[in-house]
């Protein structure tokens, strides 16, 4: 059982992004005044919660401005609706059976390339277009081999789905994103730098494709209790 004093710094942020959620949706469907006050009440204790969880960082944002920030959001009707934002991950092999990994310049962590999807693109047209601006690379996509809830992994403090999709480099060279990226290389699965985000994730299941042992799609496993399970 959690305790006060133990209460992992995502595990806060998953707290204060699902109540965010709640108060939002409510927002956007809600046409009295009473349960505006109410829903705005719960967004400044999310507020209060995601400063809890960022507590010594000094690019933290106070709790009114974490309400600032997710109000900006709140649409009516089903634009109101809350739903975790969809990024995609390239996982991308080489003939060595070797992984394109970066460093990410926002964080010093190693993770395979990533972006948000943009409207009007498909999910794998994204892919490529992220791998390509991100590190020069030309890659051909093969198939989707995982579905990631990105603050469970660690990589995001707002809610995302990542869809993780299996790929080959065709072409390009390197040439890294100078605000994307720090660093880049091609790793073996004995070989992998550090720090990694998540790496007990995906590793596995990344280097099985790579090694053709790789099965269906992989996803987060249930927690026990749903949601309120632990990890």
């Given at each position: 059982m959690l305790t006060v004093e133990s209460v992992p710094e995502k595990t806060l942020l998953r707290w204060a992004e699902s109540l965010a959620g709640v108060a939002r949706t409510g927002l956007g469907f809600t046409q009295s005044q009473y349960e505006r006050e109410r829903f705005e009440e719960i967004l400044n204790i999310a507020g209060d919660i995601k400063v809890a969880a960022h507590e010594g960082m000094s690019e933290?944002?106070?709790?009114?401005?974490?309400?600032?920030?997710?109000?900006?959001?709140?649409?009516?009707?089903?634009?109101?609706?809350?739903?975790?934002?969809?990024?995609?991950?390239?996982?991308?092999?080489?003939?060595?059976?070797?992984?394109?990994?970066?460093?990410?310049?926002?964080?010093?962590?190693?993770?395979?390339?990533?972006?948000?999807?943009?409207?009007?693109?498909?999910?794998?047209?994204?892919?490529?277009?992220?791998?390509?601006?991100?590190?020069?690379?030309?890659?051909?996509?093969?198939?989707?081999?995982?579905?990631?809830?990105?603050?469970?992994?660690?990589?995001?403090?707002?809610?995302?789905?990542?869809?993780?999709?299996?790929?080959?480099?065709?072409?390009?060279?390197?040439?890294?994103?100078?605000?994307?990226?720090t660093d880049a290389g091609w790793f073996a699965r004995d070989n992998l730098p550090s720090p990694m985000i998540g790496a007990e994730r995906w590793t596995g299941p990344i280097f099985d494709a790579i090694d053709g042992s790789g099965g269906a799609v992989f996803y987060d496993d249930l927690r026990v209790p749903v949601w309120r399970g632990e990890s």
């Open positions: 933290v944002l106070d709790s009114g401005g974490y309400v600032v920030e997710w109000m900006k959001d709140v649409g009516q009707g089903v634009a109101g609706y809350q739903t975790p934002k969809v990024a995609v991950g390239a996982a991308v092999t080489n003939d060595r059976g070797e992984l394109l990994l970066i460093q990410r310049a926002d964080s010093g962590f190693w993770l395979y390339p990533t972006g948000w999807c943009d409207v009007g693109y498909s999910a794998p047209e994204v892919v490529v277009k992220e791998v390509r601006e991100e590190t020069g690379y030309h890659v051909e996509v093969q198939r989707l081999i995982g579905v990631l809830d990105g603050m469970r992994l660690g990589s995001s403090r707002i809610p995302l789905y990542s869809l993780l999709f299996f790929c080959r480099v065709v072409g390009g060279d390197m040439d890294l994103h100078p605000l994307e990226c």
